[in-house]
């Protein structure tokens, strides 16, 4: 594989995709979620530039088809380790609109009880283990919980999310290279929305290819379409299949965009207007996913504007729910960090 440049998307029909193989009792619930997680992350830059979430945050607009469609391909008992933008793992693995927010917000009602941020997120009881600020992480966290499944010999599997930028860390391609040699049932999903920052990752990867990089390694590799939900959950639902048979790992590099800067209040001076409108009008994730469902009778117009407004109306709710919420107490402040229940071994 070679990468096309970040002015290669081209056309100007929205692309369709194909939904006729896939659990179509589920799509709506995924459309419904993906929606959710747009309207949630649209939301946050105004909050955060007026200070009302107590940080800048990492909007994942436009790459909802990742999460959604890779996190469904799961089972309820697997786990997720997210990057530093995480929101959208966060929502997809179950974490409620009002949890998220009021974290946003800092208040002892959210997800790490205000203490762990945009950044920090974590849902233990939905299996998402949580996201970091440390670029590239994500994938060592995954390869230790990947190889505690193998060594209970359960059918647990691990999704490891990493963005394009991470890919230039050395630790991810020792976690991956370990993950190989000792064949632990994970997933490592990079989220490729072409730049590392304000840099197009094309500029930056020695080699010209991601995959090609995990083809080093021995390990089974693909690159997909990440606005096409349903590409996301089959190419996951496979890996998750070799992964509990015992072959190992998988890398999947997903083609995904990001519709906001890197970070609340960036000025955007690194890509072009009409580069951001090509790719809503023909990729938008989540208006493929609606235009698919219309065209095979599973959704009317009417039914859409009504995900649209119930979207709307959670996100109104949790913002209310976060700003009524209280701050923390300050005895709390080292009291169940993780909420992991620990037990290790201790010395005589």
């Not at 505690?148 to 999310?161: E, M």
Request: overall charge negative; hydrophobic content about 40%; charged content about 20%.
């Amino acid at each position: 594989m070679t990468y096309e440049s970040n002015e290669s998307v081209t056309g100007t029909a929205l692309d369709s995709i194909e939904i006729r193989n896939l659990p179509l009792e589920s799509l709506k619930a995924w459309l419904k979620t993906m929606q959710l997680i747009r309207v949630f992350e649209l939301s946050c830059e105004s909050l955060a530039l007026n200070s009302r979430v107590v940080s800048a945050v990492h909007s994942s607009a436009g790459q909802e088809a990742v999460a959604v469609g890779s996190i469904a391909a799961l089972e309820p008992h697997d786990l997720v380790i997210g990057p530093h933008r995480t929101h959208h793992h966060a929502m997809a693995k179950g974490m409620t609109a009002r949890q998220l927010m009021a974290e946003l917000f800092g208040r002892s009602t959210g997800c790490a009880e205000g203490r762990g941020g945009t950044m920090h997120l974590r849902d233990v009881a939905h299996g998402y283990l949580g996201g970091n600020g440390i670029v590239g992480a994500s994938v060592g966290i995954g390869l230790g919980t990947a190889l505690a499944s193998k060594i209970r010999g359960n059918d647990q599997v691990t999704i490891a999310y990493v963005g394009d930028g991470g890919l230039n860390t050395g630790r991810i391609w020792e976690a991956i290279n370990l993950a190989q040699v000792w064949q632990v049932p994970l997933i490592v999903i990079c989220e490729n929305n072409l730049y590392a920052v304000e840099t197009a990752t094309a500029q930056l990867t020695g080699g010209n290819s991601i995959i090609g990089r995990a083809f080093g390694f021995g390990i089974t590799a693909e690159s997909i379409d990440g606005q096409d939900v349903g590409a996301v959950y089959r190419s996951t639902r496979a890996a998750r299949q070799r992964a509990v048979n015992g072959q190992g790992p998988t890398f999947i590099e997903a083609r995904t965009y990001r519709y906001e800067g890197h970070q609340s209040g960036q000025k955007i001076t690194y890509r072009s207007q009409e580069e951001l409108e090509l790719w809503k009008s023909t990729k938008d994730p989540i208006e493929r996913l609606k235009v698919a469902l219309i065209r095979e009778n599973l959704l009317s117009d009417a039914e859409f504007e009504s995900i649209v407004t119930s979207a709307a109306e959670e996100v109104r709710d949790a913002i209310q729910f976060a700003e009524e919420s209280p701050w923390p107490e300050f005895d709390t402040a080292y009291t169940d960090v993780t909420k992991i229940d620990l037990k290790m071994r201790q010395n005589p």
